[in-house]
Structure formats: C-alpha cells, structure tokens
C-alpha cells in the first residue's frame, strides 16, 4: 500500500476545510463582523413535509443565505427575510429554529413591534411561558396599544396562575369587538377559580353572545351553574360543549398566517388552520385543495372533520358519506361517521360503524372505547369492561 507524505496530508486537509468553508450555510453560521451580532438558524429535517413546503423553506433559507452574502444588504430587508423563514418554520412546529429567525429579525429591527409579538407567541404555543412573557413584554413596550397582545398576556399569566394580572390584561380589551369573545372566555375560567360564579356567568354568556361558535365555553359556564346550584342549566350547557376555541382577531398573526399562505400547498395551510383551531380556515383550504385532487380520501376525511369543528355538522356528514361510497373500508372515515351517528342517537347505526372501523383497524383505541361505552349504556357491563380493557393495551 503506497502512503501520501505528510505535507501533502496536511495539503489534502486544508483543500477539504477550504472547501468546506465554501459552502458552509451561512444562515447556521451566520458571517462575521457585522453591526448586529446574529444567531444561528439550524437546519431542520422537513423530509417529512410535502414537496412544495420543502422547497419553500429551502427558499426561504436560500434567500437569507444570499442577503447574509451581500455586504450591503439593508437590515431592514434581511430582518423580513428571516421573519419569513420564521414564520414557515412556524409552521413545521420547529421551535428552536423559528424562535432564532424571529431573534435574528429583532436584532436587525429592534424597534419592529411584530418580530417581539411573533417570538412571544411561537414561545406560548410551545408552552414556553418564561419565554413568552418575556418576548410579549418587549412588544408590550414598544407598542402599548396593540389590543390583541392584551388577550395574550392575560392567558399566559392564567396558565401561570397569576390571576391578578391576567385580570388586569383581559379587563382592558373585555369591550373590544374581535377580541370581547376571547377576553370574556379567559375572565369566566378566572371568575371560576376565584368562586365567584355570578362572575363567572356573566363573562361566559358574554362570549357565547359575542361568538356563539365557541362552544367550549359551555364547559366553564357549566361549572359555574353547577357551583349556583342550577343543576338544570348545567345540564343544558355540558350537552353542548364541542371543541371550538373563541374567535380572536388578530391582524399580525392573520399577517403572520398570509406569508404561509402564499408559500406552502392548500392541504399544509388546511393542517396549520386546524393547529390553530381556525376551523372556518381550515375548511376554505380543504375545500381549495379537494378542488385540484379531488380522489384524495385521506384529505376529504379531514375536511369532513374541519367541517364538524367548524360547526357544519350535516355536510361533514356529507362528505364522509362520499368517502365511505367509494371506498366503503377506509377505517378513519368509517370512525368518524359513527361518531356522527352516535352524538345524533342513532346508535345502532353507530354501534355498525365502529364494529366495522374495527375490522379495518383491530386496534383502534377509539373505536374500542366508544364501542365499550354503547354496551355500557344498554346494560353489557361484561362487553363494555372487555372493550374497555383492549382500549386500555
């Protein structure tokens, strides 16, 4: 075996580092010196995202890249760049690098309001509360009147437990159309903690008159006639609760949601819409996507459930009808519409169902359980238990 001489190992390794510095990734190692001190964005794996979003934030990093490589690159446009890239990143729910795009923005403009408003928010979806608070404290100085970070802050120091402040937050935005909703939901759940329900009642009525979409607010307003001794309303309203947050208008956010909009494929937005619990969006994007690729069965089944979140019971209905008449053995769909079936009491056609999704999927934990619960219900105590255990593996 022949042996390379040490010189011209070390030659071979400076040509490999040399070349590597080529075409390091200037967005993960941003250049230096420059005015403002920036942080790395890493790459982050998106294998798993559709082909149009891959490419979109391969864009959007490719455009960071060209901006960093350009000595005279104003600020200012750089800063969008990487609002951008951190508004896609957003999307993927990679907190890490978006938090660092929207760091980098800040720097760049730091008297920008959106770039701290966008960070506390990506922060508090993530469960971040120190974060958030901070970042929301930031944009809270540099732009007061901002309405909507009102309602924010105040859910963020109620997840916090600090209800004194969280009062103080919501209290001011409480009257605000597009904001009265949201404000009123948190200010019941405190009203609840603090046992005063009378409160509590007012605020939550006050939601459900400003947004009578927002069913999750007959949960707490329940609790509160419960707590009264209005065992009857209680009643009447825990026969109502459905999964559908208070509508917030939030025109930086809807900006925020505009640039992924215009990036990434329809059935992309439609999941971003869902994870925000924009169901009315989710529904457009579903319905904008089935347009081009109408045989998509796996996509139709999700927009019958945007559908149902969103309120429109009897064309989810309709669409998972269309799914199940075409492929009458796709096992979600045939869940989901037992699921239809049975919150309209007609439960023998339900109990059909979920048999049938369990033939698809044997091991479908939700088919067992709610199964289990119709046997309950008629007196199979044996059934139910059985059912109830294969749930439980």
């Known amino acids: 075996m022949s042996h390379l001489p040490l010189a011209n190992l070390s030659l071979c390794a400076a040509l490999v580092l040399g070349a590597a510095a080529t075409i390091a990734d200037p967005v993960a190692t941003p250049p230096a010196p420059r005015d403002q ?8 794996d998106v294998s798993g995202a559709e082909p149009l979003m891959q490419s979109a934030i391969a864009g959007a990093r490719e455009e960071v890249s060209r901006l960093l490589g350009t000595p005279d690159t104003e600020p200012q446009k750089l800063a969008q760049a990487y609002g951008r890239l951190g508004a896609l990143l957003v999307l993927r729910e990679v907190e890490a690098p978006a938090d660092a795009a929207f760091r980098n923005a800040q720097t760049l403009q730091p008297h920008e309001f959106r770039w701290a408003y966008y960070a506390g ?8 509360s120190e974060q958030a608070l901070r970042y929301f404290e930031v944009a809270r100085g540099l732009n007061p009147e901002y309405a909507p970070l009102y309602v924010r802050l105040g859910k963020l120091h109620l997840e916090r437990n600090e209800l004194s402040a969280a009062r103080a937050d919501l209290e001011r935005v409480a009257g605000e159309p597009g904001l009265a909703a949201a404000a009123n939901f948190y200010l019941g759940q405190i009203a609840n903690l603090e046992r005063r329900y009378a409160d509590a009642v007012r605020h939550l009525n006050a939601t459900l008159e400003a947004d009578p979409k927002a069913t999750e607010a007959h949960w707490p307003l329940a609790q509160a006639y419960r707590a009264l001794g209005r065992d009857d309303l209680a009643r009447e309203h825990m026969q109502q609760v459905e999964p559908r947050s208070p509508a917030l208008k ?3 956010l809807e900006q925020l949601q505009s640039v992924v909009r215009q990036s990434v494929p329809a059935f992309e937005r439609a999941v971003y819409a869902v994870s925000q619990h924009d169901y009315p969006g989710a529904v457009r994007e579903f319905a904008a996507g089935l347009e081009v690729v109408p045989d998509n069965s796996a ?12 309120g429109d019971r009897k064309r989810a209905e309709t669409e998972l009808d269309r799914v199940l008449q075409a492929e009458p053995q796709r096992g979600l769909g045939l869940f989901l519409m037992a699921l239809l079936k049975q919150q309209s009491a007609d439960l023998e056609q339900a109990r059909a169902l979920f048999q049938r999704a369990l033939e698809q999927e044997p091991g479908n934990p939700g088919a067992l359980f709610f199964l289990a619960n119709l046997d309950f219900e008629a007196g199979h105590y044996a059934a139910a238990a059985a059912g109830y255990r294969k749930a439980l593996e």
């Open 121 to 128: 928010y990506l922060a508090s979806t993530a469960g971040n």
């Open 37 to 44: 001190p920036l942080v790395p964005v890493p790459e982050v």
């Open 299 to 310: 996509a139709r089944v999700s927009y019958a459930r945007a559908l149902y979140l969103a």
């Open 250 to 252: 939030d025109p930086l």
